[in-house]
């Protein structure tokens, strides 16, 4: 079975940026697709980003595209997320996720291994 754990979470102003962590442990998530999800206070939890287990192909919310960034370092057996130009609307707990299913990357019920989750919080 496969752990994992986020980090890289934190409080940061409007404009600035993070790298969220996600190292997996047990065994190999090579053949996982990985995502990133987050749950803002009174929301459900939504999807945010996701990357395909070669790491080729990503896929991003709009509200992502083009200031959040998916990559993953199969030889630490870790994902990232980098976050540009954070807004307070970002402000959630992120969570990574192993997808284990056939199931479309933007669904969460494709994902079935999750992490803790990481605090991230954007001061206006």
């Known amino acids: 079975q496969v752990q994992l754990v986020e980090s890289g979470g934190g409080l940061v102003q409007a404009g600035g940026s993070l790298r969220l962590s996600c190292a997996a442990s047990?065994?190999?998530?090579?053949?996982?697709?990985m995502g990133w999800f987050r749950q803002a206070p009174g929301k459900e939890r939504e999807f945010v980003a996701a990357i395909s287990w070669s790491g080729v192909n990503t896929y991003y919310t709009d509200s992502a595209k083009g200031r959040f960034t998916i990559s993953g370092d199969k030889a630490k057996n870790t994902v990232y997320l980098q976050m540009n130009n954070l807004k307070p609307e970002d402000t959630a707990v992120y969570y990574c996720?192993?997808?284990?299913?056939?199931?479309?990357?933007?669904?969460?019920?494709?994902?079935?291994?999750w992490g803790q989750g990481t605090q991230v919080t954007v001061s206006s």
């Open positions: 047990g065994r190999t998530f090579s053949n996982y697709g």
């Open positions: 996720a192993a997808k284990t299913t056939l199931r479309n990357y933007y669904q969460e019920t494709s994902y079935t291994i």
